[in-house]
C-alpha cells in the first residue's frame, strides 16, 4: 500500500517562502510521477507542479500557471521524498496543498492522473 504524507506548510506573509515536503512509502519512489495540487476554500482543487519519473535518466516537469517562476517541484529518491519551494507567496496561494503519485513515466496535470494522494498540509499566506 501507498502512502504519502505531507509536511512544512504554515503561516507565511506575502512574498516569504515555504518548502513543503511529501514521503511516500510503500512502493518504489523512483517509479512513480509526482505532483502537487491545492484546494482553497469553495474552489476545485487545482494543479500546481509535477515532475516525472526517474526512470528516463531525464525529468519533466509541469507547472500551473499562477507559480510558474516563483515554485520549483524537486525529488530526492533516496529519501522518497518530493519537495515543492514555493518563493514570492502571495495571499492567493493560502490553500491545502496536497502531494499525489503514479506509476506513470510523464507526469499528468488533472486530479485523474494520480491513483494515490495525501492528506494535505495548511498554507496560509498573510497581506
Known amino acids: 500500500q501507498v502512502q504519502l504524507v505531507e509536511s512544512g506548510g504554515g503561516l507565511v506573509q506575502a512574498g516569504g517562502s515555504l518548502r513543503l515536503s511529501c514521503v511516500v512509502s510503500?512502493?518504489?519512489?523512483?517509479?512513480?510521477?509526482m505532483a502537487w495540487f491545492r484546494q482553497a476554500p469553495g474552489k476545485e482543487r487545482e494543479f500546481v507542479s509535477a515532475i516525472s519519473w526517474s526512470g528516463a535518466g531525464v525529468y519533466y516537469y509541469l507547472y500551473g500557471e499562477s507559480v510558474k517562476g516563483r515554485f520549483t517541484i524537486s525529488r530526492d529518491n533516496a529519501k522518497n521524498t518530493v519537495f515543492l519551494q514555493m518563493n514570492s507567496l502571495k495571499p492567493e496561494d493560502t490553500a491545502v496543498y496536497s502531494c499525489?503519485?503514479?506509476?506513470?513515466?510523464?507526469?499528468?496535470?488533472?486530479?485523474?492522473?494520480?491513483?494515490?494522494w495525501g492528506q494535505g498540509t495548511q498554507v496560509t499566506v498573510s497581506s
Open positions: 499525489a503519485a503514479d506509476e506513470r513515466r510523464r507526469p499528468g496535470l488533472t486530479t485523474a492522473d494520480y491513483g494515490y
Open positions: 510503500g512502493r518504489t519512489f523512483s517509479f512513480y510521477a
